[in-house]
T-cell receptor, first 113, second 114 residues
Framework: AQSVAQPEDQVNVAEGNPLTVKCTYS??????LFWYVQYPNRGLQFLLK??????LVKGSYGFEAEFNKSQTSFHLKKPSALVSDSALYFC???????????FGDGTTLTVKP | DAGVIQSPRHEVTEMGQEVTLRCKPI?????LFWYRQTMMRGLELLIY????????DSGMPEDRFSAKMPNASFSTLKIQPSEPRDSAVYFC????????????FGEGSRLTVL
């Protein structure tokens, strides 16, 4: 069975500071990892994914994530946070043994001016 | 492309009534997923289709829920009879690859059952 953990319900950062939203996963096969963002009253939007290759993945809006196989982590990062980055962020995993994605519980990111 | 289109965006109904939610996936996407989002349970996968065929419906909560995909451009999720605990936001998503493709979500249908 596959699972995803987002250990922080809430992350607060000041505008201009770096941000990290944490994600760890468990799969039986090879992991395919995704980050999505959800703004209020909207559907989830894809940010970035790791399938294979370079462990550092760059995505939309200046976000990046680092795949760490030994720590089974896929943390989302951004060097300089914007107030407009405030939203709910979801990590998701698929493995080669399952066609469906498993989502974490989400982390609310609040960026203060 | 217009993206994944869901209707209605909001639905308020009374307990016992039938509810039908609709979804039009992105053209060319072979996979369609129905999710439910609540504060208590987060994002739950209800069912997903590949080429209009249901692949995994293990997340459908009970027999009151049913989903169909009569063709590649249309899917429905039906709740009959509805109950207050069915109140949630229901999302439809589509994807063009089973494992490596990201999901494209609709804007959701917010269901309130009184």
């Amino acid at each position: 069975a596959q699972s995803v953990a987002q250990p922080e319900d809430q992350v607060n950062v000041a505008e201009g500071n770096p941000l990290t939203v944490k994600c760890t996963y468990s799969v039986s096969g090879n992991p395919y990892l995704f980050w999505y963002v959800q703004y209020p009253n909207r559907g989830l939007q894809f940010l970035l994914k790791y399938i294979t290759g370079d462990n550092l993945v760059k995505g939309s809006y200046g976000f990046e994530a680092e795949f760490n196989k030994s720590q089974t982590s896929f943390h989302l990062k951004k060097p300089s946070a914007l107030v407009s980055d405030s939203a709910l962020y979801f990590c998701a995993v698929r493995d080669t043994n399952a066609g469906k994605s498993t989502f974490g519980d989400g982390t609310t990111l609040t960026v203060k001016p | 492309d217009a993206g994944v289109i869901q209707s209605p965006r909001h639905e308020v109904t009374e307990m016992g009534q039938e509810v039908t939610l609709r979804c039009k996936p992105i053209s060319g996407h072979d996979y369609l997923f129905w999710y439910r989002q609540t504060m208590m349970r987060g994002l739950e996968l209800l069912i997903y289709f590949n080429n209009n065929v249901p692949i995994d419906d293990s997340g459908m909560p009970e027999d009151r829920f049913s989903a169909k995909m009569p063709n590649a451009s249309f899917s429905t999720l039906k709740i009959q009879p509805s109950e207050p605990r069915d109140s949630a936001v229901y999302f439809c998503a589509s994807s063009f690859r089973e494992f490596t493709g990201e999901l494209f979500f609709g804007e959701g249908s917010r269901l309130t059952v009184l």
